[in-house]
């Protein structure tokens, strides 16, 4: 294990009133020897280097990791030697270490054998189902573990595209509804495997504004301000949670969102591009930034239908004001509407602007709005009605089978008959709003 330094230079520093930005690094650095994360010590020239304790030497600095778990050639002696070198850290690290080729990060949905092991077959089995396809990882496949009976949603990455940031930000953000929990990863061959909690009943950010809004703008238009209010309000949560933990989601994107159909409660999902917001001096503003214009850019994707080609347009457009002209343009909503929405755009985008100024970062204010002009009485009707008009093959599915079955057995012919039932059914919307079942909508993490 080795130290990280840093040099540092403190002379003038006496007696002169320092920048915010300088006073800002100046205050983390004392933070972090009082804290014993770091200490000074002079160099052979005098300098005054900060070292950093338990931070690891990055080892096999010259590893290609496109070849990882292959052997390899070299083209020279040379290239040879180094090869071998790289190869024989390796292995050193492994038998000093004990390095495990796994870590079971929540032992009641995994148990391993005694021996540590897990494998198809004996520990687990692997479904017929599968859950997604990942760009990066390949099909999203479900595993259910033999011991704990857990079915697990389990994601593959080559270990050229792994980034540790994703198990590291995962870890952090620990057990929250906002995310999935992850159950396990580990290597295996040049692939890391990732068990995670499986979504039930999961739809995509993505497919619900492809495919689902329709359904909410032809059958409930009066719902979809406060729906998709109600969205922001989740998507921001989630990601003020992952910022309060000092981690930036960097891919917030409407496949990376979903939605349990069962609960409307979103989840976050997909930590393969998460960097941490605050490293040693560094502030990582771009990701704070990015993230909070990517929520705003999926809340005017599910509310007006708008998709800003990419977050550079979603801030030309606001800095420029020409959002106000898209605004104007888009129909089917009222003057009213269009000035809160502008307004709270308005409102999300200024925490990302000043980092010298209080509150940056901070979305608690839009939240707090959010929840004020949602009509807090009003919340759970209107998520009642949304799950109902937006999923209904969910939700209506056991109940046309029934429909269909006691037609069947009373006239044994009308099929006519039935399909008329189960239409009239699918535009009522208050047997609608009643069939979504009581204690699932009191399980809502979003309680406004
Ligand atoms: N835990 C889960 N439960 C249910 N479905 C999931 C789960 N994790 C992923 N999925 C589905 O699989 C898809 C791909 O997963 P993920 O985003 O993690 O892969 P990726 O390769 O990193 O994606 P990207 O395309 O963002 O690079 C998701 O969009 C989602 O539809
Ligand atoms: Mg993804």
Redesign the pocket.
Known sequence: MMANTTNVCFEGMQGTSLSPSTEEHFNFLLQAVQAGEAHLQQDNDGKVQIVYENEKRIPLTHVDKSKAHTIQEGKTAEDVRIRVDVCLEMIEAIKETRTPSGVVIDRSKVQTSAQGKYEEGKQFERLQEV???????GD?VVVKDNKTGTEH?V?TVMISEFSPDEVRAWVNLGESESF?SLYLFRLIDNKIVLH????EH?V?LDDIINQHMANLWQKAPDLIRPFSLCMFHGLLSAVKEMHDKNWSHC?L?G??V?MTKDTMTLKM??F?MAKPLRQGFNFNHDGLKNDILNAIRLFCGLYIGQDFENNFVLEREIKSGTLKKTLLETSGLKESEKDELLQLIAMTYHVTQDPKQAGYGDTTPVLEHIEHTVYPDKMKDVLRKAAAILFPDYYYGARDIDLQARAEVTDGRGDREDEDKVDAFEFDLDAAAAAVPEELLNRLRISL
């Open positions: 859950l997604g396809k990942g760009n990066c990882a999203i949603a994601k999935p995670m909690e499986k979504i999961g995509t891919d994107h496949g990376n979903m999902l997909d393969g």
